[in-house]
């Protein structure tokens, strides 16, 4: 199968901020490819090059086997772009808003319905509302709907489900997936990691750089140490009381839980449990986890800096 | 084609939709020309006058009526003693006081000279030269029917006794090329910017509609919009003001299609510098609006600035514009008298439309 995108050492400057320092990676066809991110990341700079909407300083960008410098033009009419922030007219309705993202394409709503019909007809009782007056996820459905109405080949979708409620967001990874059976590539950022695990294969963004790229397990598959969930009547002690454990290598609140790493290959449960009583922290229960992408995250953000100090 | 049509549909329904500024667009001219019109004139009328007769003699009697017969003139006082000026001014009973010197009728044969006093309030100095002038005026109508060789007082011959509408000749060409810049120009340049600072602009770039699609896009709207503007304060100026269109009336509409245009490419080039609203009305106002006020000759006229304003008079579009309107309104002046005003408002037109178009950046900056 071929690349529907393809970078390499992406790097682009602001001032002296290096927003992307390196990028490198590809994308299949028929891909739904996630880059996950805190914020301040560079996910959107990423996006905005790859939407031929800003030039790298150095490196190059391929997007549908066309060079995001040379051939932008052909890149745009290909691709559905949706930007990080609502972009669409706040003072247009639904209705009015998809018509003209259709006319500018050069198509017709009724071309490409079938397409967008899932998500129409959710939209359908409010096109004649002001997008302005939409809710969260209606606007982020509006805006697909509008990146989609041209049949592009390749979605960028920045963070599109930031600041939309729960059962939203659900929804809106459905609609991908629908999508990615039709053929169409999905590269889409978020900051949540619960929405990592659906895509095909994901990479971590931080600093600008690519911390790891694999499939959803894959990634898991780099967190090395063993996994442990702790959990007690009195949660919000335990984090203060492992840090100060000799043993511990991290802990972190995570869920209903504390999760926790030890120094060693085989951590001592007895000790361990034996500490937490020292501490006054009785009823503890231990098991062991699988990690979750999260964990992996916090794991390689915080070896990350690690790994530099020494070359300055 | 379709595409560019619905981006100017869309462009419409802004205009539209945002019904505040709509209306101000649209009742502005309507608003601005009622204002010139009536209240901001240079004419005095009903001047409260009082006479101060020292003579009481034929002459006297007859300026007296003449002065008052004009109907700018209303007597309120006859005062009997200089002492009395004073008190008149004071209490508002009068705005201008008359004063006939002794023995007028008999200085006026003998030594073809009298003396006859305009006292007006200095506080108001423009009502007080008005005034003055048109009693010199109405005094030197007299002395000349009368048959008196070179009179004392020299008449005024700017004062041509139609009050209400002078001052509406010169005001509607200044008003026109400050309501077209103002909509023109700051419209287009924050209805740019305000793309850009919703993001939309992201997506019009990623549309691949071209910046001269998306220009054009953004000229026809407002370029409608300008026109009504120009005809309803025309049809104003013609038809509630008496204001003459001396020259032809399809010639005014299209310089004045020319210069709307001009005003919008300097509004496209604003849009293209800036990325702010708030810094494209900045320089609208401040770079736009106010030279056009006080530079164009509008209010102060271009021959009585130092030369550097005069130098920098000529690249205000505004100014060649003023030129136009008066000469095809008030002097019936055609296209053979007017052909270099026309040539250098095209001429900033092509530099203002090819350097937006050069600078329009189809990449975020």
Known sequence: MSDALVTEGLLKRFGKVEALNGVAFSVRQGELFGIIGADGAGKTTLFRILATLLLPDEGRAEVLGFDTRASYRQIRT??????????????????????????????????????IRDIYVQLEPFKNRKAGQLSGGMKQKLALCCALVHRPELLLLDEPTTGVDAVSRDEFWQMLQRFRQLGITILVSTPYMDEASLCDRLAFLQLGKMLALDTPSGITNLFRKPLYAISADEKHRIVSALRSFQHTASAYAFGDSVHYTDLRDVPDEQELIAWLASKGISDVRITRIRPGIEDTFISLIEQEPAREQPHG | MRRFLG????????????????????????????????????????????????????VTQELTDKLLASGTFIPSAILSSEQQIADAFASGRVNVVVVFGPRFAERMLHDQKAELQVVTDGSDPNVSRIVTGYAASVAGDYLRDKGYPSPGIVPLPVMMFNPGLKSVYLFVPGLMALLLMLVSAMMTSISITREKESGTMELLLVSSLRPIQVIVGKVVPYLTLSFINVITVVLMAMFIFGVPCRGSIVLLLLESLLFILTALSLGILISTITSSQ???????????LLPTVLLSGFIFPVTSMPWPLQLISNIIPARWYLVLVRGIMLK??????????????????????????????????
């Open chain 1, 78 to 115: 290909r691709v559905g772009y949706m930007p990080g922030r609502f972009s669409l007219y706040q003072d247009l309705s639904v209705a009015e808003n998809l018509d003209f993202f259709a006319t500018v394409f050069g198509t017709s709503v009724e071309k490409s319905y079938d397409l």
């Open chain 2, 278 to 288: 708030q810094v494209a009305m900045m320089i609208s106002l401040a770079g736009l």
């Open chain 2, 332 to 365: 019936g002046a055609g296209l053979a008298e007017l052909w270099k005003e026309t040539l250098v408002l095209i001429a900033m037109t092509v530099l203002f439309m090819t350097v937006s178009v050069r600078k329009f950046s189809e990449r975020l900056q």
């Open chain 2, 7 to 58: 981006f100017v549909r869309k462009e419409f329904f802004h205009i539209i939709r945002d019904r505040r500024t709509a209306a101000i667009l649209f009742a502005m001219p309507i608003l601005q020309l009622l204002l010139f019109g009536y209240a901001i004139r240079n004419e005095v009328t009903e001047v409260r006058t009082g006479i101060l007769d020292l003579s009481h003699d034929v």
